[in-house]
């Protein structure tokens, strides 16, 4: 993902990551920062919080957000 995905493709992952935990398999969101968007990394901790919120039903968050190099990485395994 990117921190200004647009909601459609935002949705598209959304359907995968509700697909794929269903099954019982822990999803691994990773948010990808380019250039100067790495100086507004609190873009993307909105939009992990908004996966945490949506996903929150069926998942719960097993790794908090965390930067590692140019990306910020979440863990969601199933409830």
Request: charged share 35%; hydrophobic share 35%.
């Amino acid at each position: 993902m990117r921190p200004n995905i647009d909601d459609h493709d935002y949705d598209t992952k959304m359907k995968a990551m509700n697909r794929f935990i269903g099954e019982g398999d822990k999803v691994k969101v990773t948010l990808r920062f380019r250039g100067r968007e790495l100086s507004h990394q609190q873009l993307g901790m909105n939009l992990l919080k908004r996966v945490q919120e949506d996903i929150a039903e069926v998942g719960k968050v097993e790794a908090y957000p965390r930067m590692e190099g140019r990306q910020m990485l979440m863990v969601i395994a199933p409830k």
